[in-house]
């Protein structure tokens, strides 16, 4: 295949990365490379497609329905609670369940990233400590007659043979590592700029599993919740790493961060985050919504929202400039169009 294919890497000064993305053709050139749902080995092929997915969960999931079945997905379900979104694909040769992340554009902006931030460990019920934020989220969907749980054991009682595939970016990784250590079944695991999870002996339930996580360049993500003995955060890496170097190749280890030395400054980011949680937090509390001012609120929790993204990505540039990392990294616009062009160049 000719690397003529090659796509452009979005230029942050220029375009708004922040997803969700509507002019981004999704799954373009997925008629050249079939997904190869049955390879449990790392594949360059299905690292594009679920990095393509996971992109498209932050769209609307009337947006989404249609780029699925523009590729011959027409089936399709769309789960969500508070901040926690999932979409189910499905055809009669393989599932697919993409988590969305952090959407800074959304109106649940606040309770999201209080749910990243969440980061007290928690007893697991299958065993060892994960994080308590990320345990709330997949909460939110799972139980019940309607929930996830129920509905991914229908798909696989109907056919136990079908591949099922779980998938997620950021804040979605996380809930993708969760729902698959619930789903026994699942075949495996894609996760692009996801933080960590659990403890070592959360890790061990994956032990023999198909789980690849991915990191592009300089994504600082990946890097927390850091590992903290005295304040018992013991998080740890989950999966095989797949990273993708400045110059977009495809390593199978992370240049060596000196992370010891960046601990106090990830508290006192954290600290800065809090107060600013808060502070963001104010005027969406003092708002009273009724019926009759409701579309004057709404417009102004819009234009509020609007100005704080941009406050927001200029805050965490900010931070991580000291971390020698880059925000714009862990956008899944450069994980969807870096892994394409390994693919093409594979």
């Given at each position: 295949m000719k690397t003529d294919r090659r796509k452009e890497l979005p230029n942050p000064k220029k375009k708004d990365i922040i997803p969700p993305d509507m002019d981004y053709l999704y799954f373009e050139g997925s008629e050249d490379y079939p997904m190869e749902v049955d390879n449990t080995e790392y594949s360059a092929v299905n690292a594009w497609w679920l990095a393509e997915c996971s992109f498209l969960a932050y769209t609307h999931p009337g947006f989404a329905r249609m780029a699925y079945k523009l590729i011959g997905f027409d089936n399709f379900?769309?789960?969500?609670?508070?901040?926690?979104?999932?979409?189910?694909?499905?055809?009669?040769?393989?599932?697919?369940?993409?988590?969305?992340?952090?959407?800074?554009?959304?109106?649940?902006?606040?309770?999201?990233?209080?749910?990243?931030?969440?980061?007290?460990?928690?007893?697991?019920?299958?065993?060892?400590?994960?994080?308590?934020g990320f345990l709330k989220g997949i909460e939110e969907i799972w139980g019940g007659a309607d929930g996830l749980q129920v509905f991914l054991k229908g798909l696989i009682d109907d056919k136990p043979d079908r591949p099922l595939w779980i998938t997620g970016h950021s804040l979605g990784g996380a809930l993708a590592a969760l729902c698959f250590a619930r789903i026994p079944e699942a075949t495996g695991l894609y996760l692009y700029g996801a933080p960590r999870v659990g403890d070592r002996v959360f890790l061990n339930l994956f032990e023999g599993r198909p789980v690849w996580r991915i990191e592009n360049a300089r994504d600082p993500v990946p890097m927390v919740p850091p590992d903290i003995p005295k304040l018992k955060f013991n998080f740890s890496d989950l999966g095989s790493l797949k990273f993708i170097s400045l110059e977009g190749n495809i390593l199978d280890r992370r240049p060596v961060f000196i992370l010891d030395d960046q601990k106090k400054k990830y508290l006192e980011a954290k600290t800065l985050i809090d107060s600013k949680i808060k502070e963001l937090n104010k005027p969406m509390i003092s708002t009273n919504i009724t019926r009759e001012n409701s579309k004057k609120t709404i417009d102004r929790i819009s234009k509020h929202l609007q100005i704080n993204t941009k406050e927001w990505k200029k805050h965490f540039d900010s931070l991580y400039k000291d971390f020698g990392l880059n925000a714009d990294n862990h956008q899944p616009v450069f994980y969807a169009v870096r892994l394409w062009n390994a693919l093409i160049e594979d």
């Open positions: 379900r769309f789960f969500h609670g508070v901040g926690t979104e999932c979409m189910v694909i499905w055809s009669d040769s393989v599932v697919i369940v993409a988590f969305r992340g952090t959407e800074l554009k959304s109106r649940s902006v606040l309770h999201e990233i209080s749910t990243d931030l969440n980061a007290i460990p928690v007893p697991f019920e299958l065993g060892g400590r994960v994080h308590k």
